[in-house]
């Protein structure tokens, strides 16, 4: 896959792209990379897009020609598409950014110029070069969707608020654990059994 990468990134120019991942190095994925538009390098990690797909295993499709914000409000239009082995099974991805900040505020103009102005909101995506990054925005994510600090959650918030990060695939990370103790104000050992329990209730439903 690395000649395809440098390919469609020459194909596309300095705006564009492309990043291959091996999903079996969860904390380091990254394997190649052509142009730089969200900063990645190899041996970064993958994004929170990339944690959820790897949350879903097999059954993750591609997800093609989404829009997200990077932190600095860069516009990137992007695609993941799945790597599988001859048996199915998910192994990494190629994943295509292509930064359309500019194409847009010129589409902007040009709307407004015909008197009909469309803005839409984007979610922001942390497309981190190191792993604690990335569990960062997972958090931040989670946080903003709640509406109050992680530190002061009631019981039945917490509850949820675990349920959240573990769809969004923070617990397949070894060092997401302390991470998340640190921020909600609990032990290690406390996190580890809401893990648990998350999973005593996935196997019996």
């Known amino acids: 896959m690395r000649p395809v990468v440098d390919g469609i990134q020459a ?12 999903y079996r190095r969860v904390e380091h994925s990254v394997i190649a990379v052509a142009g730089d538009v969200t900063g990645r390098k190899v041996g970064s990690a993958m994004s929170q897009i ?3 797909m790897l949350r879903q295993g097999d059954d993750a499709e591609d ?5 997200t914000r990077l932190p ?3 516009v990137i239009k992007s695609s993941t598409i799945l790597l599988r082995t001859s048996q199915g099974h998910v ?7 292509l930064d359309v900040t500019e194409i847009r505020v010129a589409g902007r103009l ?3 110029l015909a008197g009909d102005l469309d803005l839409m909101d984007s979610p ?5 070069t190191d ?3 990335v569990v960062d925005g997972v958090l931040a994510e989670v946080e903003d969707a709640l509406g109050h600090p992680l530190t002061r959650l009631t019981v039945a918030e917490r509850t949820e608020v675990f349920r959240q990060l573990d769809q969004r695939g923070l617990f397949q990370l070894r060092r997401a654990v302390p991470m998340v103790a640190e921020r909600l104000g609990m032990s290690r050992q406390s996190v580890y059994n809401y893990i648990t329990r998350l999973k005593e209730e996935s196997a019996g439903s």
């Open 124 to 128: 922001a995506t942390m497309f981190g």
């Open 72 to 74: 600095d409000g860069r």
């Open 131 to 133: 792993i604690d990054s």
């Open 63 to 67: 997800d093609l020609n989404y829009v």
């Open 91 to 97: 192994v990494g991805a190629v994943c295509v950014n």
């Open 110 to 112: 040009l709307t407004e």
């Open 11 to 22: 194909t596309f120019g300095r705006k564009c792209e492309v990043v291959l991942h091996d």
């Open 50 to 52: 990339g944690l959820s």
